[in-house]
């Protein structure tokens, strides 16, 4: 359950549900995009070697590779989770087909059973999935792991929604971690170079959302826009309990609404604005006509009194 909204109120949002929203738009509409290509590189790689050397591929169940170098879930592929279950609730392994025909199969024995429902690395395969690759895959390095693991902790105080988190350390301290994730994957310089540019520019967002007063109602319409992508996004999210995902769609909603008043109020300020220059153009044109009878009947004045 979500806490109280924390943070100064400003048009119904909070500083911190501010800072949630930014930091939820970084992580899952910046970063996973971005770096789920390079994931998928490597896992493709480390599965085409074991299907040489440990012929993964075409395996028995009593052959299969159990552990690599963690414990392999063979339940979540091939439908093995839908077989009966051994008395005590085990998993009746003799009954498994354990043959990986994918490395996107290869992956989903990596992840918990209920993250395994990916059949690509889309947008389904999502930042719980992603970071727990990262943290448990053998082709990955020990930088990457811990990294992966710090990105992993704010990803699960960002589903939780757990707002008092969000103050401006919490919200600096996850940009600084999902940049350190960036730099330790050692992707070609170029993309790295775009992807902490474009971390950055979203880092600066949120400080701006917080601080602007009126904000830009252009920076409002891009944050509109990319949460109705986020509210998309999290309903393919991996959840254990989907109380969890529905209210994490619940305060997405929330906030999209806040968001909608503060751009209507922002709006209003602005033809308020235009209205009082409008007549304040309107009296100074006034008083430039009263200042030109003025001169017009000086000028009368000083021809009579010279004649």
Request: aromatic share 8%; net charge negative.
């Amino acid at each position: 359950m979500a806490s109280a909204s924390s943070g100064s109120s400003h048009h119904g949002l909070t500083e911190n549900q501010k800072r949630w929203i930014v930091a939820g738009i970084a992580l899952n509409k910046i970063l996973m995009p971005q770096i789920r290509p390079y994931v998928e590189q490597g896992i493709k790689t480390e599965y085409n070697n074991l299907k040489t050397s440990h012929n993964i591929d075409g395996q028995s169940t009593s052959g299969r590779l159990k552990k690599w170098p963690q414990p392999l879930k063979y339940e979540n592929i091939n439908g093995n989770d839908g077989h009966p279950k051994l008395s005590g609730g085990k998993y009746d392994y003799s009954l498994f087909d354990c043959r990986v025909a994918s490395h996107v199969d290869f992956a989903r024995l990596y992840v918990e059973n209920y993250m395994a429902k990916f059949n690509a690395f889309d947008d389904h395969c999502d930042a719980s999935a992603v970071v727990s690759l990262l943290g448990r895959m053998p082709v990955f390095s020990a930088a990457v792991k811990t990294a992966a693991g710090d990105v992993r902790m704010a990803r699960n105080d960002w589903a939780h929604c757990v707002f008092s988190k969000w103050d401006q350390v919490k919200f600096l301290q996850s940009f600084t971690e999902m940049e350190q994730l960036v730099k330790v994957m050692a992707l070609p310089i170029a993309d790295e170079g775009k992807l902490l540019g474009d971390l950055k520019d979203w880092e600066t967002k949120g400080t701006l959302l917080c601080m602007s007063s009126p904000v830009d109602p252009a920076l409002i319409q891009l944050v509109q826009q990319e949460l109705k992508s986020l509210q998309d996004d999290v309903k393919n999210m991996s959840v254990e309990c989907e109380t969890e995902k529905a209210n994490v769609q619940s305060e997405l909603q929330n906030c999209a609404c806040f968001l909608e008043e503060l751009k209507q109020r922002v709006e209003r300020l602005e033809i308020g604005q235009q209205n009082t220059e409008l007549r304040a153009g309107r009296i100074e044109n006034r008083v430039g006509d009263v200042e030109n009878r003025v001169s017009v009947v000086e000028d009368k004045m000083f021809k009579y009194e010279g004649n």
